[in-house]
């Protein structure tokens, strides 16, 4: 497929939400023009090329260089190595067969795989082979060993073997630092420790040793994830304000407190936060800009904010290309999703599965359901693997194009490709059937699912009390209630709206009211309607959208959470060398 134009998307991306002209194209002289995509039809013809695979996205074998045959040999023993510990998950028996073969294992053999599975963040594997290190004679255990096993525990959580290494680590002599501290404030945090993870810090704060950024870094991170607001406010307003400070706010630390604010719901602090960056030179990167684009479901302002972004120069990801893309799908602007997905193409981003299941429920959801095919065709294609949330959105394209032989069909492909369905894809099913009235079939697909040991959720219940509810009238959706009720779910507002809306007489009024405990103050059943709540609701719900909300497993992009990336198949492998004693220490400060 052609490149769309030489100008790139992004520099009009405000105009494409506004007026747009419709010219009649050939369609083998169609090119993709955002000014031009207007309507399923011409969608349709672009699905012929679309999302066509890039010269970038080719698999290229890597050219081997090797310094002689012996380093040949020597780097793929050490590749074969790696490959048997990723598989089995264990790293010990294959050094100790490594040993064996060579009769000794060179340090730089050691060094390099620990270097190489901190890169991998497979911390469990660094902390196997350091604590079998520990055991080892011809090993000295040092200084940075301890730091980094400590570092390894902090990242699993396990602060109380963070604490025991901490402890060895006195007793042979090596003093306190602010690695150590660091580490173990940090498996604290990650533990949900929060209390004992601020205690060290203050306690660096006022005995030593003095906390580093990446101390701060981390300590705003822990108390963000527990909602502890004030003392992370306390603490970056005294690094902004105190004179005496060493150093100043970094951009980590400002992109921390932006996605406090955004948690907090503080869009406002936000972006005052967002332009202090700025009046204090704070570089502004791609991370700064996405912050703020994934604050706003509008997809005018999040295409502003990217405008913004082009400006100041800042290159885009493919989080940011994803942001655009949801928005789009959102509003219903599947053209202009599709468009910007192309010119993630172009510009060379290789797209993540996560990107290719926005655009794909940005289809799903208007039940385009031949653009969702090709999608999911072009995405195995270029070798990104369906995932669950994948094969869900597909089904949801299904039902929402009232194609449900199709939708039973994928939902048995999803077994066949050795996925396990869960309650998402089955709750997708019984609301297609739910939007056919057909509470026979609903039922049955909540019997297939509990057969299979899928716990229903509140949502389910919903689902079952409005079909079941139109069909069978009040008491029909209060047997459900009773059932969501009994299993420990509380009935939220939907689920009280359609019981209630349900009712037809006196007796079910008050049958109503015993069911849902005390009546809200601010409602009142008159007849057969629910007067209260948000102007009132009638039994049905508000719009078939709103089930597949609750029901939407793609996950918001998030750049705070560095655990949750995506395991993509690595396409270079890593030179074996020795590792210096300064990439040993940085290998145990991050």
Not at 136 to 146: I, L, P
Not at 150 to 173: P, S, W
Request: charged fraction near 30%.
């Amino acid at each position: 497929m052609e490149a769309i134009g030489s100008q790139s998307l992004f520099s009009f991306s405000s105009n494409i939400c506004k007026t747009k002209v419709s010219i009649p194209l050939k369609p083998q002289t169609l090119k993709l023009n955002p000014y031009y995509l207007n309507g399923r039809r011409r969608l349709e013809v672009l699905c012929h090329d679309m999302l066509a695979p890039r010269k970038f996205m080719r698999k290229r074998k890597k050219e081997e260089v090797f310094k002689d045959a012996a380093d040949e040999i020597r780097q793929k023993n050490w590749r074969k190595m790696m490959s048997e510990i990723e598989e089995s998950g264990s790293a010990v028996q294959a050094l100790r067969k490594q040993r064996m073969k060579m009769e000794s294992l060179p340090k730089d053999v050691v060094l390099g795989t620990l270097t190489r599975f901190k890169q991998l963040r497979k911390w469990n594997i660094v902390a196997e082979i350091l604590e079998w290190l520990r055991t080892q004679h011809w090993w000295t255990f040092n200084e940075m060993d301890f730091l980094m096993l400590i570092t390894a525990y902090g990242k699993l959580a396990q602060f109380d073997k963070a604490e025991k290494i901490m402890k060895q680590m006195n007793k042979n002599g090596f003093k306190p630092s602010v690695i150590s501290h660091t580490a173990l404030m940090e498996s604290y945090g990650r533990a949900k420790q929060y209390n004992k993870a601020e205690t060290i810090f203050r306690r660096m704060q006022s005995v030593g040793p003095a906390p580093s950024p990446l101390t701060y870094q981390i300590i705003l991170k822990s108390f963000v994830e527990g909602d502890k607001y004030t003392e992370a406010e306390s603490v970056f307003d005294s690094l902004l304000t105190e004179q005496r400070a060493s150093f100043k706010p970094d951009q980590k630390m400002f992109h921390m407190m932006i996605y406090m604010y955004k948690k907090a719901g503080n869009y406002k602090k936000a972006h005052e936060l967002f332009s202090e960056m700025e009046k204090r030179g704070v570089p502004q990167s791609t991370i700064s800009f996405n912050s703020l684009m994934s604050f706003e479901s509008d997809y005018k302002k999040v295409s502003s904010i990217y405008d913004q972004m082009q400006k100041a120069g800042v290159k885009p990801d493919v989080v940011s290309y994803s942001l655009l893309i949801r928005a789009y799908g959102k509003a219903r602007r599947e053209s202009e999703a599709l468009a910007v997905f192309e010119e993630m193409l172009d510009a060379q981003v290789m797209p993540t599965r996560k990107a290719y299941n926005i655009l794909l429920d940005a289809f799903a959801i208007s039940g385009m359901l031949d653009e969702a095919k090709t999608v999911f065709k072009k995405m195995k294609k270029n070798r990104c693997e369906p995932d669950l949330c994948t094969y869900t959105t597909m089904v949801s394209a299904y039902v929402n194009s009232s194609d449900m032989k199709g939708a039973e069909k994928f939902f048995r492909r999803i077994k066949e490709d050795g996925l396990k369905p869960n309650v998402v894809v089955y709750g997708t099913l019984m609301k297609g059937y739910s939007k056919e009235n057909d509470p026979s079939k609903v039922i049955r697909v909540y019997e297939r699912m509990r057969a299979q040991g899928v716990s229903p959720n509140p949502t389910i219940y919903t689902i079952l009390m409005d079909c079941v509810g139109k069909k069978e009238g009040f008491e029909g959706a209060a047997g459900w209630f009773r059932e969501m009720v009994g299993k420990g779910f509380v009935a939220d507002k939907k689920a009280r709206s359609i019981l209630l809306g349900l009712v037809g007489s006196e007796e079910e009024r008050l049958e109503a009211n015993e069911l849902l405990g005390v009546v809200e103050e601010g409602e009142r059943v008159e007849g057969s309607e629910v007067v209260g709540v948000e102007g009132g609701i009638k039994g049905d719900l508000e719009g078939e959208r709103e089930i597949k909300d609750d029901l939407d497993e793609i996950d918001d992009v998030d750049e705070f959470d560095d655990d949750e990336e995506e395991e993509e198949e690595e396409e270079e492998e890593e030179d074996l060398g020795l590792v210096s004693l300064e990439e040993r220490k940085e290998l145990a400060l991050t």
